[in-house]
């Protein structure tokens, strides 16, 4: 290095003495030395790319912002206000808070989790839900894995290792995130046996299928499609009535499986694991955090044999859920005691059945906190809308609400509406809406702590 013209680097400061600066001390204090020196080396090596301007005051600010964003928490809550109610990217159903507290009180210390206490020896994990789930869809038992992708992967495993499954062409699924039901079946050591055409499948071409090899007839729930038009497709009770005459179980993967009649709300009917498995349905698999509005977990109920062969497969050990998960599903289960009750305490079925008037005021209530933020960069109107229900959920049918209209002001065209978006994303509480025709719309219906979305948009609330 040349002492007549010395590189900015031979300016920096040492780490240590970095560390020794008082705000870089203090911040060691607390929160420990390993995590502030990596800090340092970070902020030090920016200042070694670009060394414009360098200073102790600027290099010590700098070790405190990195600290800050080391430690920012990388989950975080956010407002749904996509208009997709169960939106698998941002977490699914909303917990009520039965189950939050229901996970805190186990989550915290020891449970009886595996423990029976009558007796003072090892129980079972899904003791805790099976009474439950089979008091709630008339199955004989029960069990529970991480997600209903798990558990149609075991289900195979467990009952057609090697052997045959027979599934229709009409309902070849794909969920998404690579869930592909002939890739699944192949991974869970099955042979995929194709029966029917795309539109129209019949109980003979079922029946012809079914041979020596034959491990299992399987139903899937076409979830996030619909076939319209000249469809035929076999109902459960017919396909059961085969499956018992060949003596074969007959499966049905339900995907979202509420546990009440949502039309008794208003809804669109979807079918039930009650009436898959009154149908005849030797087994169905459903998920805990789609319409049932539980934590993530894959259900499977039905008759307790083919349920006992389920839990035995070493495969389940590493498909269990924890205590906290079981903790929550309990809790929201309980609130399926009463069906009437559901539409109310249930947050994922509360925000469905939410009037389109009740989003409406809703949304008139708050236009005035969304212009303000927006000043003069946009125009906010209250629009009529369309929600969707998410994650494959009675995937056609939409349901009427009201959304802000955020409209970009002057360059309507181009990126405007994204960068408007990004602005939402970076509020304290963020923002994610959807933009449509060069606007960005807030769909109100999933928005409940009207405190956190004036709080988001930088105002509280008028006393
Ligand atoms: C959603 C869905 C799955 C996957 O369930 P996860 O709980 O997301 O793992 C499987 N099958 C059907 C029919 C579904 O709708």
Known sequence: MSTADPSPHSRLPAVDRVLGWPVVAALVQVHGRALVLDAVREELAAWRERPEGVNDEAIAAGVAERVKA???????????????????????????????????????????LEYDL??????????????????????????????????????????????????????????????????????AGCRLREVGTTNRTHAADYAEAIGERTGLLLKAHTSNYRIEGFTAEVPMAELAALGRER???????????????????????ERTPAESLAAG????????????????????????????????????????????????????????????????????????????????????????????????????????????????????????????RLAPRGSRSGRAPERLAKRLRRLPVPVIGRVSEGAVLLDMRCLEEEAAFMKAFGTVQPA
Not at 247 to 259: M, R
Not at 333 to 351: G, I, K, N, T
């Open 247 to 269: 003596n074969v179980p007959c499966v049905e993967d339900l995907g979202s499986g509420t546990l009440v009649d949502l039309s008794r709300f208003g809804l669109p009917h």
């Open 281 to 404: 349905a030797d087994l169905v698999t459903f998920s805990g955090d789609k319409l049932l509005g539980g934590p993530q977990a894959g259900i499977i109920v039905g008759r307790a044999d083919l349920v006992r062969r389920v839990r035995g497969n070493p495969m389940k050990r590493a498909m269990r859920c924890d205590r906290v998960t079981l903790a929550a599903l309990e809790a929201v289960l309980r609130l399926y005691a009463d069906p009437d009750a559901v539409a109310r305490r249930v947050p994922a079925v509360r925000l469905l059945v939410r009037s389109a008037e009740d989003i409406g005021a809703q949304a008139h209530r708050l236009r005035p906190t969304v212009a303000d933020w927006a000043g003069g960069s946009a125009d906010v109107d209250v629009i009529p809308v369309q929600s969707q229900i998410g994650s494959g959920s009675l995937p056609v049918d939409l349901l009427p609400s009201f959304a802000l």
């Open 70 to 112: 080391i430690l920012a928490p990388s989950q975080r809550p956010v407002l749904n206000l996509t208009g997709t109610v169960l939106h698998t990217n941002l977490g699914r159903a909303p917990l009520p808070p039965e189950a939050i507290e229901a996970m805190a009180a186990v989550g915290s210390g020891a449970s009886n």
């Open 118 to 187: 009558d007796r003072g020896r090892r129980g079972d994990r899904d003791d805790h839900i099976e009474s439950w789930l089979c008091r709630l869809t008339g199955g004989e038992a029960a069990t529970v894995v991480n997600n209903n992708a798990a558990a149609v992967l075991l289900t195979l495993n467990s009952l057609a290792l090697r052997r045959e499954v027979v599934v229709s062409r009409g309902e070849l699924i794909e969920i998404g995130g690579a869930f592909r039901l002939p890739d699944i079946m192949s991974r």
